[in-house]
């Protein structure tokens, strides 16, 4: 069973970046591949971006794409979102996952561990 905790949201101003951190425990990080979701108000859970095991590979939804990038620290058992250049559109609550598929999958197929959630508000 994998724990993971979300933290580091907040609000901020269209254009600031902000960066999320999931730590994860109950097992063993580097077997699986994380991802980040969100959710925004009246609108259903969406795939953020995802990243391999070994942290080799990401993967991005076309919305963030180059505005975000995540990242995995194995010896810290975690995993970050960097946001930059926020848009008003990107408030969501932000979901850190965990999945023993592979990364790329996690765009269609939902993950078996999930946080709690963190808030990010982005204000123009």
């Known amino acids: 069973q994998v724990q993971l905790v979300e933290s580091g949201g907040g609000s901020v101003q269209a254009q600031d970046s902000l960066r999320l951190s999931c730590a994860a425990s109950g097992g063993i990080f580097s077997n699986y591949a994380m991802g980040w979701f969100r959710q925004a108000p009246g609108k259903e859970r969406e795939f953020v971006a995802a990243i391999t095991w070994g942290g080799g590979r990401t993967y991005y939804a076309d919305s963030v794409k180059g505005r975000f990038i995540i990242s995995r620290d194995n010896a810290k058992n975690a995993v970050y979102l960097q946001m930059n250049s926020l848009k008003p559109e990107d408030t969501a609550v932000y979901y850190c996952?965990?999945?023993?598929?592979?990364?790329?999958?996690?765009?269609?197929?939902?993950?078996?561990?999930w946080g709690q959630g963190t808030q990010v508000t982005v204000s123009s």
């Open positions: 996952a965990a999945a023993r598929f592979d990364a790329q999958a996690m765009a269609r197929v939902n993950p078996t561990y």
